[in-house]
């Protein structure tokens, strides 16, 4: 069986490259079976800070499978979109941040994974989009993270027009955070992924959670979550030693094992 999800470590980033040059990277059962499994390994091993999911050079993903829904009854479509929550729940839930990269085309559920990672970088070529519409099929499922990134008029002309945007438009409505060449975007990517990548894998993992469960709430309930969390945070042993090397006037060493390149002079 041919492999669709390929993963590299390097220090305290894990690459996860899906590869299904055939189908477009389109979001197959196979396909999204294959990488939430490599997601929920790396989740498990907490080897790595920042995980870079990427496509191919053309495509970054072009959706669900239009074929594999066709061929369905009602029970397995169903089916196919619960395997499509349960991977967009381990994205959220895994404590290392998702910074997506995006070549060629996202659209469809392919932007719904976009959406749904943390972070997002867009190569200057790349396309992005909700064209299930344009084929019958309203795109519901990535609506969901969609909305949720970019501003709710937006959202909608996104969701009933069916048309491509380009990089730069995703950036400017917060779809993306940065726009880079596409001969840089791998430099680009892993610069802002080295960022993230130097603080301690706890501190991430407690903030990644904190900042999505506060985000529903009112600003009052919010706050006291908020309030709890940050004090205990105080007390984690990485909070304790980065504190103390802060008043020391010196670079805090985490706890996590996770291998780091040397930080850059001042």
Do not use: C, D
């Given at each position: 069986m041919k492999t669709l999800v390929h993963v590299e470590k390097k220090g305290p980033l894990a690459r996860v490259r899906m590869d299904d040059a055939g189908r477009h990277n389109t979001l197959t059962v196979e396909m999204m079976t294959e990488l939430k499994a490599r997601l929920e390994a790396i989740a498990a091993a907490r080897e790595t800070v920042v995980v870079i999911l990427e496509g191919r050079e053309n495509v970054f993903s072009a959706g669900h499978h239009l074929g594999e829904i066709q061929e369905r009854d009602l029970h397995g479509v169903h089916?196919?979109?619960?395997?499509?929550?349960?991977?967009?729940r381990v994205i959220r839930e895994m404590p290392q941040v998702v910074l997506a990269k995006v070549r060629g085309l996202a659209v469809a559920a392919g932007l719904e994974l976009v959406a749904a990672s943390d972070l997002a970088v867009a190569a200057e070529t790349a396309r992005f989009g909700t064209t299930g519409i344009r084929w019958g099929l309203f795109c519901s499922t990535p609506?969901?993270?969609?909305?949720?990134?970019?501003?709710?008029?937006?959202?909608?002309?996104?969701?009933?027009?069916?048309?491509?945007?380009?990089?730069?438009?995703?950036?400017?409505?917060?779809?993306?955070?940065?726009?880079a060449p596409d001969e840089r975007l791998d430099a680009v990517a892993e610069a802002l992924a080295l960022q993230v990548a130097a603080h301690s894998l706890d501190v991430v993992e407690l903030g990644k959670r904190l900042f999505y469960r506060q985000y529903p709430l009112d600003e009052w309930t919010a706050l006291a979550y908020a309030t709890?969390?940050?004090?205990?945070?105080s007390k984690h042993p990485d909070a304790v030693a980065g504190i103390q090397a802060f008043l020391d006037k010196r670079t805090p060493a985490w706890q996590d094992g996770i291998e780091r390149p040397a930080p850059a002079p001042k």
């Open positions: 089916a196919l979109f619960e395997l499509g929550y349960a991977l967009k609506g969901v993270f969609l909305s949720r990134n970019v501003p709710r008029k937006k959202a909608a002309e996104m969701l009933f027009t069916g048309r491509l945007y380009s990089a730069e438009e995703a950036k400017a409505m917060g779809l993306v955070n940065e726009v709890e969390v940050i004090v205990r945070n």
